[in-house]
């Protein structure tokens, strides 16, 4: 706890995520709603996409539903899957526009890309084949 504090103190975007986590469960910690959504946010204004989806999911149960489509476009751009899926029901219901849809998707698939490296899929074959 001490030394995630520590880090998000400096910024660190997963010290804050993880934070989030263990006050909204209070785990280590007194349990405080407030204090987990505090560093929920600080996480996803620092680039954290698990974060970001959590902080939509947040927004959708408390039917603030413009806000929890703009998250989840915003964790989808910084190539998050299940951000993806979301905006596909989110697409299906309404709430988000073909355009805004459409966006996601090419911004997702960018970022996914980004991420793609002959040492990354070289590492995932082998971990694949070990799996066999």
Same mark, same amino acid.
């Given at each position: 706890l001490e030394y995630l504090t520590k880090a998000a103190e400096l910024g660190d975007a997963n010290a804050h995520y993880q934070l989030?986590?263990? $006050?909204? %469960?209070?785990?280590?910690? #007194?349990? @405080?709603?407030?204090?987990?959504? $505090?560093?929920?946010?600080?996480?996803?204004?620092?680039?954290?996409p698990e974060a970001r989806f959590q902080l939509a999911c947040y927004e959708g149960k408390n039917s603030r539903f413009d806000r929890m489509v703009k998250h989840f476009i915003i964790a989808a751009n910084l190539g998050h899957d299940e951000s993806i899926q979301e905006l596909k029901k989110c697409y299906v219901r309404g709430f988000v526009?073909?355009? @805004?849809?459409?966006?996601?998707? %090419?911004?997702?698939? @960018?970022?996914? #890309?980004?991420?793609?490296?002959?040492? %990354? #899929?070289?590492a995932e074959a082998a971990r694949t084949d070990r799996v066999k």
């Open positions: 989030s986590i263990l $006050y909204e %469960r209070g785990e280590g910690v #007194e349990k @405080d709603e407030k204090k987990g959504l $505090y560093h929920l946010e600080e996480a996803a204004i620092a680039g954290h526009s073909k355009e @805004d849809f459409a966006g996601a998707l %090419r911004a997702h698939q @960018d970022a996914v #890309e980004e991420t793609k490296s002959q040492q %990354r #899929e070289a």
